[in-house]
């Protein structure tokens, strides 16, 4: 059964932090590039951070650029996102997801979805 599992999420002051994390099994974490995703009430679903099968490369959206950092333990079949300087606008639900495509991918090639993980940011 493949699955990813969301945690970390929760209630967080302005200009705190928070690190969220992606636990996957049932497939070769090393094969997939890994993304985190945000949807608010009032957007779409979007691309926050994406990280290479190693590690080796990632790309952010320009709203998070400086504030969020994403990481993989591969050994632990884990995804990191650690968020400071949080703001209210960062309020969402978060998920992760794997896609075989790599990190240029578009949404519609993430294969799997975690369930999601709800961050709220306070002001």
């Known amino acids: 059964q493949v699955q990813l599992v969301e945690s970390g999420g929760g209630s967080v002051q302005a200009v705190g932090a928070m690190r969220l994390a992606c636990a996957a099994s049932?497939?070769?974490?090393?094969?997939?590039?890994t993304g985190w995703f945000r949807h608010a009430s009032w957007l779409d679903r979007v691309l926050v951070a994406v990280?290479?099968?190693?590690?080796?490369?990632?790309r952010y959206a320009d709203s998070v650029k400086g504030r969020f950092t994403i990481f993989r333990d591969n050994a632990k079949s884990t995804v990191y996102l650690q968020m400071k300087s949080l703001n209210t606008e960062d309020t969402a639900v978060y998920f992760c997801?794997?896609?075989?495509?790599?990190?240029?991918?578009?949404?519609?090639?993430?294969?799997?979805w975690g369930q999601g993980t709800q961050v709220t940011v306070s002001s």
């Open positions: 990280v290479t099968w190693n590690g080796a490369y990632t």
């Open positions: 997801a794997a896609s075989r495509a790599g990190i240029g991918a578009p949404r519609s090639s993430y294969d799997y």
């Open positions: 049932g497939f070769h974490v090393c094969s997939y590039a």
